[in-house]
């Protein structure tokens, strides 16, 4: 329950979906004749919108919270495990694997196996549930592209229940115990994870991914774009994360 009541709340407090609604509540007014309200909640929705998609307003932003851990080049000799944390999929088997599971995904596993293949005698863990309408679990569609990229099935370890990253650190708990081990996510994601994963009294090595920003993109890009808005959203839903796990203690 608490899952599905977080899915909804968070749909409701994203960046496109504020300003649509700030247009929506403007036409209620205009509407009801309220001329002046109606200027004011347009001008604001406007001006909410387009900040939100410029990016030398988010990359900033987005860059900070992506850079909260450096990226881990060379994987530790005394790792046991690497646990990819999931993301998501559409089982379709009429596309190849690749196009199944979503960028994100692809991105933290292929680093994950860049990890893995600096060791040996480590296990690789992926997990991730079906969602509400897929066949197949994020886990094992996960398992699937690594075994596809040469990682021997043996080498794999597959948690298809977790359904968020709370969920995947009481699974580590379990799982990994006290061996040491890396967490690879993406960059905007490896801040609330460590958190949650430390709530755990679990000390994973960080390895971020799938970095949105550089130091070239912060300086230098000065258009509109729906990538920025897509990057908005993202850093909306980890800063709401992070307020959900204050909120919980």
């Given at each position: 329950?608490e899952?599905i ?5 968070s749909l409701?407090?994203?960046?496109l979906?504020i ?7 403007a ?5 009801l ?8 909640l347009?001008a604001i ?7 939100f998609?410029?990016?030398?307003f988010?990359n900033p932003?987005?860059h900070?919270?992506?850079n909260n851990y450096?990226?881990?080049q060379?994987a530790p000799q005394?790792t046991?495990?690497i646990?990819v944390l ?7 088997d009429t596309?190849?694997i690749t ?6 995904s692809?991105?933290?596993l292929?680093?994950?196996i860049?990890l893995?293949?600096?060791?040996d ?11 509400l309408?897929?066949?197949t679990?994020h886990a094992?569609?996960?398992?699937r592209l ?5 990682i021997d099935?043996?080498r794999i370890i597959i ?5 968020d ?8 708990k ?7 081990f890396i967490?690879v996510?993406s960059a905007s994601?490896i801040?609330r994870?460590?958190k949650?994963?430390?709530s755990q009294?679990?000390?994973?090595i ?11 993109i912060?300086k230098?890009?000065?258009i509109l774009?729906?990538d920025t808005?897509?990057?908005s959203r993202i ?5 709401i ?5 204050k909120i919980?203690?």
């Amino acid at each position: 329950m608490e899952f599905i009541l977080k899915k909804i709340v968070s749909l409701f407090l994203m960046p496109l979906s504020i300003g649509i609604g700030l247009m929506i509540l403007a036409l209620i007014f205009l509407y009801l004749g309220k001329i002046k309200k109606t200027k004011y909640l347009l001008a604001i929705s406007i001006s909410w919108l387009f900040l939100f998609s410029y990016p030398p307003f988010v990359n900033p932003i987005l860059h900070k919270l992506e850079n909260n851990y450096p990226t881990l080049q060379k994987a530790p000799q005394n790792t046991k495990y690497i646990y990819v944390l999931g993301g998501g999929h559409a089982t379709d088997d009429t596309q190849p694997i690749t196009s199944q599971v979503n960028p994100t995904s692809v991105v933290r596993l292929i680093e994950g196996i860049r990890l893995l293949n600096q060791l040996d005698n480590v296990k690789l863990i992926v997990s991730g549930y079906s969602g509400l309408f897929d066949p197949t679990s994020h886990a094992i569609m996960q398992s699937r592209l690594a075994i596809s990229l040469g990682i021997d099935k043996e080498r794999i370890i597959i948690l298809s229940s977790p359904k968020d990253t709370k969920e995947e650190a009481l699974e580590a708990k379990r799982v990994i115990k006290d061996n040491p081990f890396i967490l690879v996510t993406s960059a905007s994601h490896i801040t609330r994870a460590m958190k949650i994963f430390h709530s755990q009294n679990l000390y994973p090595i960080p390895a971020p991914t799938n970095h949105l920003t550089s130091i070239k993109i912060v300086k230098y890009s000065n258009i509109l774009s729906t990538d920025t808005l897509l990057k908005s959203r993202i850093m909306f839903h980890e800063f709401i994360g992070m307020l959900w796990l204050k909120i919980r203690g």
